[in-house]
Structure formats: structure tokens, C-alpha cells
């Protein structure tokens, strides 16, 4: 760690990309071919509990997204002014509620997501599962929370954004690789497969963030 940290910042970019690499490769290969190299999976193991340990570079955004986003529409603009008056007396101040911050599924977000692993059995003759919901489940929830991905929707137009979308979702779907390799393969392999479930990620992406 003390080497990494004092190495310039373009030799710890590029010994990052190459772990990110061989660990994305050697997990990709080792679900299609047998490895009888002990090292090897010895060095994959330590690679990957390495790449939790490294810092991760935030100063700024991959070129690819940064192109996507419309950072001059950024702006600070006066919408209004006013001034708030307070009644004058006494009193009660409610305590803070504990927050909950797990996102509960409602009851016709499942089953929303449950009609899609139906339609793409249909449709693909696929053999999706209950697990496969929950790993389309766990794929939205990293694209709402993609700070790049949110700030490319809210100053671009959808034909636009959807370029970004595309992006983080292949990123995303990389490093879930390990957690559902079926579900990878298949979109990775079926490009009509891809595109009907990435269009409606992105439909729902864009409805869950217009709030309607």
C-alpha cells in the first residue's frame, strides 16, 4: 500500500486497470475453462481482496461519461425569494425518526420485475428464475445510485443519456459478473436479448427519476 500510494498517479491508473482486468478475465474464463494452476487462483484471491484495499481515484469522472455530460448547464439561477416568519411562543418538537435506509420492493415492483423474467423466457426461450429477479433487482439499484449516470439524465435528453446508461450498465454488469455469470453470458452473447432488456431498464430508469 505504501508503494502504490507513493507511485505517480498515472503508474497507480494504470496498475488499477490492469488488476480490474485480470480479475474481470480470470473470472469470465474460469466459469468456461478449467484452471490447474493453483498460483494462478492463489493470485486471483489476493487480487481481488487487493482491489478493496486500493484508493480509488474520484477526482474525476471516465472520459466516456464525462463526454455525456453537459457540465456548462450546471448554474447557479435565482427561482424565487421571499422571507419566512415564525410564530412567537412555545412548542413541541417531534423526535427524529430513525431512518431506514433498505430499499423495500413494493408489492407491483415485483411483480413488474417478476413479468419480465416471464417475458424474456418467453420471448428467448430462457430459463430465468426467482434469483435472476433478484440480480435484476440488485442491477437497478446500482443505477440508481450511479452519481455520473444521475447527473447525465438530469442535463441531457434521453437520446443522449442513453449513451451513458449504456456504459454504466456494461461497467455495472462486469463487476456483478461473479454474482450471476447465466444472466451475464446471455446478455453478452444474444445482442437482440441485450437490447430488449436494456431498453427496459432504461424505460423504467427514466420513469423512476421523472417520479412518475
Request: proline share 4%.
Amino acid at each position: 500500500m505504501e508503494r502504490y500510494g507513493a507511485a505517480p498517479l498515472e503508474e497507480q491508473l494504470d496498475f488499477r486497470g490492469n488488476l480490474v482486468d485480470f480479475v474481470r478475465l480470470y473470472a469470465f474464463l474460469s466459469q468456461v475453462m478449467p484452471f490447474a494452476d493453483p498460483e494462478l487462483e492463489k493470485l486471483y484471491t489476493f487480487a481481488r481482496l487487493l482491489l478493496r484495499k486500493l484508493p480509488a481515484n474520484r477526482e474525476e469522472l471516465p472520459l466516456e461519461i464525462r463526454q455525456q455530460i453537459d457540465l456548462d448547464s450546471y448554474r447557479v439561477q435565482r427561482t424565487g425569494s421571499g422571507s419566512i416568519s415564525l410564530k412567537r411562543g412555545n412548542g413541541n418538537l417531534d423526535p427524529m425518526a430513525a431512518k431506514d435506509d433498505a430499499h423495500v420492493l413494493l408489492p407491483d415492483e415485483v411483480e413488474m420485475l417478476s413479468a419480465i423474467i416471464q417475458e424474456l423466457n418467453e420471448h428467448f426461450g430462457t430459463d430465468f428464475s426467482e434469483e435472476d429477479r433478484v440480480f435484476i433487482e440488485q442491477l437497478e439499484a446500482c443505477l440508481a445510485e450511479n452519481t455520473a449516470l444521475n447527473a447525465s439524465a438530469r442535463v441531457n435528453p434521453p437520446e443522449n443519456a442513453r449513451l451513458t446508461f449504456n456504459h454504466v450498465v456494461s461497467d455495472t454488469l462486469q463487476e456483478m459478473i461473479d454474482s450471476n455469470f447465466k444472466f451475464y453470458k446471455q446478455i453478452t452473447d444474444d445482442a437482440e436479448f441485450a437490447g430488449f432488456l436494456i431498453d427496459w431498464l432504461f424505460q423504467r430508469y427514466l420513469k423512476t427519476k421523472s417520479g412518475t
